[in-house]
């Protein structure tokens, strides 16, 4: 079955400390996302890649980092510059996200993976 | 610029009552319009979008959703709840083609009482 696949589920980190989570997917779709959701919040943008060796920052990417070595794969960095990291990590993947391809503006999105900071 | 309000933090309802989560939404152009839903810790799970074809879309589960461009609403409803329903429901817009531009609302809890 096609889909996309984020690990850990569950990680603590401490202080100080930078953290890297997996987002696999097997969907062969150009894009891939990774939000940030807060309780009571809708997800915000963290970084986007639309092709493979390039990826772009979205509205909340201070703190952040992200590589796009392989169309399959776009795992997010957590550094220790984020200031306030806990937090629930959505990874998402969609068709190029140029206007007027059909279903590029349609996601399908990992499980999740929740990240506390100890 | 576009935005989205999800009216409701939170509904309840009785298992086998209606649904209404509503939506409303600005944008400077021809939107689309999506509703995910998500279970506990859980990804979100497209329920259903609308693209400028018919103004009434139905999605899964038994969800529709009616665009109404004179109330800016795209307000999700479903006739009887079931208890597999309680979930946290999320209004997009986005008024291009490019998942770039989407604009996520606040999110909806939904309990379903038995």
């Known amino acids: 079955d096609g889909g996309i696949t984020q690990s850990p589920k569950y990680l603590f980190r401490k202080e100080g400390q930078n953290v890297t989570l997996s987002c696999e997917q097997n969907l062969n779709h150009d894009a891939m996302y990774w939000y940030r959701q807060d309780p009571g919040q809708g997800l915000r943008l963290i970084y986007y890649?639309?092709?493979?060796?390039?990826?772009q920052k979205g509205d909340i990417a201070e703190g952040y980092s992200v590589s796009r070595e392989k169309k399959e794969s776009f795992p997010l960095t957590v550094t220790s510059a984020q200031k306030n990291p806990t937090a629930f990590y959505l990874c998402?993947?969609?068709?190029?996200?140029?206007?007027?391809?059909?279903?590029?503006?349609?996601?399908?999105f990992g499980a999740g993976s929740r990240l506390t900071v100890l | 610029a576009q935005s989205v309000t999800q009216l409701d933090s939170h509904v309840s309802v009785s298992e086998g009552t209606p649904v209404l989560l509503r939506c409303n939404y600005s944008?400077?152009?021809?939107?689309?319009l999506f509703w995910y839903v998500q279970h506990p810790n859980k990804g979100l799970q497209l329920l259903l979008k609308?693209?400028?074809?018919?103004?009434l879309v139905k999605g899964i589960n038994g969800f529709e959703a009616e665009f109404k461009k004179s109330e800016t609403s795209f307000h999700l409803t479903k006739p009887s709840a079931h208890m597999s329903d309680a979930a946290e429901y999320f209004c997009v817009v986005s008024s291009s083609g490019s998942a770039r531009q989407l604009t996520f609302g606040s999110g909806t809890q939904l309990t379903v009482l038995p």
């Open positions: 609308y693209t400028s074809a018919a103004t």
């Open positions: 998402a993947s969609s068709l190029r996200g140029a206007s007027g391809v059909s279903g590029a503006n349609v996601l399908t």
């Open positions: 944008s400077s152009y021809s939107p689309s």
């Open positions: 890649s639309q092709i493979v060796n390039d990826f």
